[in-house]
């Protein structure tokens, strides 16, 4: 089964406001997760990353929150702009140093 | 720096032609890895090198699909017949010794491939 998972294909959010993607994992032995940007054509871009050993990270306009108990993650993105539209993906790195990554979730800013 | 070099940047195919892909990674980059991305879906690993060595491979349709990387170096990803559902964006990337967080995971540009 998939190891981790965005649930939500795509999400709409207005101009101005806050964008919230999510992430779900299963593997307890995940050290490390990850969001990437990716346009089309266009490779993934690291936007953001934490240690299992924090639970929010913040940069800029970007936070990550990571909840352990939940295995879950997600990124804020506030002030959303409308070439914050993308797919992002999430990821996690697993005990072999595997990027194991979610399906994407296309975002949509809408002016 | 230079970052990972990938050639070509788009390949159009009918189904049964082959193609090759091209990988040049970082420069000390001992570990390189081939994913294939559907459009609008995340990286699918196909196989990853540490050096010359080939570590998994076990994604690898292996009756169509072959990687190598003999010097440790550049890499060149094959597939022998291609099909429809080939049709991705492939990506390469490349690590550093001990690299095991998404922060030392570079990627090239993708090659995409279409098959008609």
């Known amino acids: 089964g998939q190891q981790v998972k965005q649930s939500s294909p795509s999400l709409t959010v207005q101009e101005g406001g806050i964008s919230i993607l999510n992430c779900d994992y299963e593997n307890d032995m995940f050290d490390y997760f990850a969001w990437y940007k990716k346009y089309p054509d266009n490779s993934p871009t690291l936007l953001i990353s934490v240690r299992s050993n924090v639970d929010k990270r913040e940069d800029g306009r970007l936070t990550v929150f990571l909840n352990k108990s939940g295995k879950h993650f997600s990124l804020h993105i506030t002030a959303s702009q409308p070439e914050d539209t993308a797919v992002y993906l999430c990821?996690?790195?697993?005990?072999?140093?595997?990027?194991?990554w979610g399906s994407g979730t296309k975002l949509i800013i809408k002016p | 720096e230079a970052g990972v070099t990938q050639s070509p940047r788009y390949a159009v195919l009918q189904e049964g032609q082959a193609v090759s892909f091209w990988c040049d990674p970082i420069?000390?980059?001992?570990?390189l890895y081939w994913y294939q991305q559907p459009r609008d879906q995340g990286p699918q690993l196909l196989v990853y090198f540490r050096d010359e060595a080939v570590i998994d491979n076990s994604q690898l349709p292996s009756d169509r699909f072959s990687a190598v990387r003999p010097k440790g170096t550049n890499s060149t990803l094959k597939i022998q017949s291609a099909k429809q559902g080939d049709t991705a964006t492939y990506l390469c990337a490349s690590s550093p010794p001990q690299g095991g967080s998404a922060e030392t995971l570079y990627f090239g540009s993708g090659t995409r491939l279409t098959v008609l």
């Open positions: 990821a996690a790195v697993d005990s072999n140093y595997q990027l194991i």
């Open positions: 420069s000390g980059h001992d570990t």
